[in-house]
């Protein structure tokens, strides 16, 4: 059994190569959840779903996010009924996050809901948010702080970086398998993701760095490009 | 990075990491930096990093695949490490 650590676009291509080489049912994939967002009412989770998508073989490739070849219809028809679209959805990619919102509005946890997603796109590897609690990515700024997509998305990372926090994640528990998973493995693996913002939030969450410590694991990281 | 004080290089991901790093696989254009991390202690492997193609990612996968195994293998076999 592999575990990995992972966020962001980077380590979505990783996984992607990852998924060639390694049997899926020997794939854990712990994911960066302090990019989720509300949007349009509707919880989305920009790293478990790129994560999600490549290992169903449906991420979008040319754009590194959404599904491949979704059609953006209800997108046009938000901006024609003034709503924001900075952060742009695809029709199929919506499906998912009504899914999702609905189960969790029913009492489901983030990590059921995360299976239960997996499962239904045909995903054989086992997908697990870092945490059910929510962490969120605040990045300090001269206009403010934002969150990561308003930082990332919406202002194109054009702001200097003045602090990166990670709300909530001192209190956060990992959610379920993730800390057994890394200390039942023989090797974890760091994606070349941004240590700071996508593996970050991880690291943040109290109990999965000291499981990191504990483990008898070889733990290796890949670095990202510089 | 710099925001955490930490450089915008491989040696800042090795000290965000470094309580609980065994090995940093980095680029192979990171090569000189990677030997002077190794002069401080830290394993590392230098590969083809850089994914443009669906060849490079699955050479990377196959690369770090190998790496872990041949380091678990010497840890198994009790070789000293550093």
């Known amino acids: 059994m592999i575990v990995v650590l992972t966020g962001g676009t980077g380590g979505a291509k990783f996984v992607d190569g990852l998924r060639e080489v390694v049997a899926p049912e020997e794939l854990t994939l712990i994911v960066n959840t302090g990019d989720d967002l509300l949007w349009w009412g509707l919880y989305v989770s920009p790293d478990l779903d790129s994560i999600t998508y490549v290992l169903a073989g449906l991420l979008s490739k040319e754009r590194g996010w959404g599904v491949k070849g979704d059609t953006f219809f209800c997108l046009q028809a938000m901006g024609h009924l003034g709503q924001p679209i900075w952060f742009q959805v695809g029709d199929r990619d919506l499906a998912v996050h009504l899914l999702r919102s609905r189960l969790l509005a029913e009492g489901k946890t983030l990590s059921e809901t995360t299976a239960q997603i997996a499962a239904r796109l045909g995903v054989n590897a086992r997908i697990l948010p870092m945490s059910d609690s929510r962490v969120e990515t605040r990045i300090g700024t001269p206009i403010g702080e934002l969150s990561f997509e308003e930082y990332f998305v919406q202002r194109w990372y054009q702001d200097p970086v003045q602090s990166v926090r990670f709300a909530g994640a001192a209190e956060a528990e990992p959610a379920p398998g993730v800390v057994d998973a890394i200390m039942l493995t023989d090797s974890v693996l760091l994606a070349p993701s941004n240590p700071i913002t996508s593996i970050g939030p991880i690291l943040a969450v109290p109990a999965i760095r000291q499981a990191l410590r504990d483990t008898k694991a070889l733990v290796a990281a890949v670095s990202p490009e510089y | ?82």
């Open chain 2, 1 to 82: 990075m710099e925001s955490q004080g930490l450089p915008v290089s491989i040696a800042g991901v090795a000290q965000a990491y470094r309580d609980f790093l065994d090995l940093l696989v980095v680029d192979l254009r990171d090569e000189s930096a990677a030997e002077h991390l190794r002069t401080l202690g830290v394993r590392v492997q230098c590969t083809n990093t850089i994914m443009r193609t669906a060849e490079d990612k699955a050479q990377l996968a196959r690369a770090v695949v190998s790496f872990i195994s041949k380091e678990s293998a010497a840890r198994a076999g009790g070789v000293k490490q550093q």
